[in-house]
């Protein structure tokens, strides 16, 4: 559990400071983790209107294979039933209408490289480019140890400095 940061603006200007003194591998680590962190929301965000899309596509797919399967009853009722229609249908029945993202985006972004990729990246920034990100980042999100204690300079926690 985290804390919100309620602290005065000496103590932000403090934990900025710190944060500027610290290295480029621990700026470019949070740089990296931030990274896929947003990446990782924005494909929770696609999965959740997929997830609507889909619903919707397989409300109106019940719907068309209901009337496909009335149109059987009365074909058969008349004799005009073909087996062409029941392969339609059987297959219909079978079909799991999923739709899905890519591969690359639902892995574990440590396994799949982005991670290595955004740090690399991170190593070619000037170092006040990624304290001014880092810092950005870290102040939205506006966490703490609990106690209020050491600000927390990645989505994770794992990257604090102190007040």
């Not at 955004?118 to 190593?123: D, E, M, Q, S």
């Amino acid at each position: 559990m985290a804390w919100e940061w309620s602290h005065s603006a000496e103590a932000y200007a403090l934990a900025e400071k710190n944060l500027s003194k610290k290295s480029i591998k621990f700026l470019a680590e949070c740089y990296a983790e931030w990274c896929c962190k947003e990446v990782d929301d924005a494909v929770e965000l696609i999965e959740e209107d997929l997830g609507v899309v889909a619903r919707h596509r397989q409300d109106h797919f019940d719907e068309l294979l209901e009337e496909l399967k009335q149109a059987e009853i009365w074909l058969e009722e008349e004799h005009y039933a073909t087996d062409n229609m029941k392969e339609i249908i059987a297959k219909c029945e079978e079909q799991e209408d999923v739709i899905e993202l890519p591969d690359c985006l639902k892995s574990d972004p440590l396994v799949d490289g982005r991670y290595e990729n955004y740090l690399k990246v991170a190593r070619t920034f000037p170092k006040p480019h990624l304290i001014d990100y880092v810092w950005r980042k870290a102040e939205e999100q506006a966490t703490c140890e609990n106690g209020g204690f050491s600000p927390r300079m990645c989505p994770h926690g794992c990257h604090t400095v102190e007040w």
